[in-house]
C-alpha cells in the first residue's frame, strides 16, 4: 500500500477521463448527495483550499452553495486536473477557482492562508497521513474550519458483507471494463480498508492540532464526514 501511495498520481493519471463516470456509476450517483452534504458544514469564507481537488467536483458544488468567494483546488495528478480546468472552463468559473499540481505532504502555499479547507475522498491516499494533516492545519487560518469527506466500513455485519463483496469484486471488475485498468480498482477497497476511520481517525486530526473534532455516518456507515477547527 505505501508504494502505491507514493506513485498515487500516476494511478489517477491512468484512469483521469473515465473518474467522473465511474465514480458516479459505481456509487449510484450518491456520491453527490454526500458531497452537498458534507458542503453543508461549511461557513461562507473568502479563500478555501479543496485538497485532492481531482476533477473539480467538490469545489464546483462548493460555489454552487455559496460557500466561497475564491477556491484553490490542488492536486497530485496532472491529467486529473485538466479534466478538472475544462470543467471549470464549461462552468465559466476560472476567476474564482484555481487549479495547481500540489502534494499534500510538502506544500508551497504560505502558512495561515485560508479560511477553510475541504478534502474529498483523497486523505486516505496520502503517503504520509500525518504529514499532509499538519500542512493543512499550517496553512489554515486560526479559528478556520476543515472537512474532509472519506470512504469509510459499515460496522452492521450484513451491509458490511454485501459493501465488501461489492467493493472487493464487483467495483474492480467494472473499473476494469470502462477504465482498461485493473489495478487502480483494486487499490480502491485496499486503501480503504488500510485507513483509520471514525474515532481513530479523530485521534490523527488531533495530532495535527486540530480542535472540535467530530465525524458523521452516512449511508449506513459507507461513507463518513470529519470535521474540526484550527483554534
Known amino acids: 500500500m505505501q508504494e502505491e501511495k507514493k506513485n498515487i498520481g500516476n494511478l489517477f493519471d491512468r484512469i483521469a477521463k473515465h473518474y467522473d463516470l465511474l465514480n458516479h456509476l459505481l456509487?449510484?450517483?450518491?456520491?453527490?448527495l454526500w458531497r452537498k452534504k458534507a458542503i453543508k458544514r461549511l461557513t461562507p469564507c473568502d479563500e478555501l483550499l479543496d485538497v485532492a481537488t481531482g476533477t473539480g467536483d467538490f469545489a464546483l458544488e462548493i460555489l454552487k452553495q455559496d460557500k466561497a468567494a475564491h477556491i484553490t483546488g490542488i492536486d497530485l495528478s496532472k491529467e486529473?486536473?485538466?479534466?478538472?480546468?475544462e470543467k471549470i472552463k464549461k462552468a465559466q468559473e476560472e476567476k474564482r477557482i484555481q487549479l495547481q499540481q500540489e502534494d499534500c505532504a510538502s506544500l508551497s502555499l504560505a502558512d495561515e492562508s485560508f479560511d477553510a479547507l475541504t478534502?474529498?475522498?483523497g486523505v486516505r491516499n496520502f503517503?504520509?497521513?500525518?504529514?499532509g494533516l499538519s500542512e493543512m492545519?499550517?496553512?489554515?487560518k486560526p479559528?478556520?474550519?476543515?472537512?474532509i469527506l472519506e470512504f469509510s466500513y459499515p460496522k452492521n455485519f450484513l451491509i458490511k458483507a454485501v459493501y465488501n463483496f461489492y467493493f472487493t469484486s464487483v467495483l474492480p471488475l467494472v473499473g476494469k471494463i470502462i477504465?482498461?485498468?485493473r489495478q487502480a480498482y483494486s487499490y480502491l477497497p485496499k486503501s480503504v480498508k488500510n485507513f483509520p476511520q471514525r474515532e481513530d481517525f479523530l485521534q490523527h486530526l488531533q495530532k495535527a492540532g486540530f480542535r472540535n473534532t467530530g465525524f458523521q455516518s452516512l449511508t449506513f456507515g459507507i461513507c463518513t464526514i470529519y470535521y474540526g477547527e484550527k483554534i
Open 80 to 85: 486529473m486536473l485538466a479534466v478538472g480546468k
Open 27 to 32: 456509487s449510484f450517483n450518491i456520491d453527490k
Open 127 to 131: 503517503a504520509f497521513l500525518d504529514k
Open 179 to 181: 477504465s482498461k485498468d
Open 119 to 121: 478534502c474529498a475522498f
Open 143 to 147: 479559528k478556520s474550519k476543515i472537512i
Open 137 to 140: 492545519y499550517r496553512v489554515l
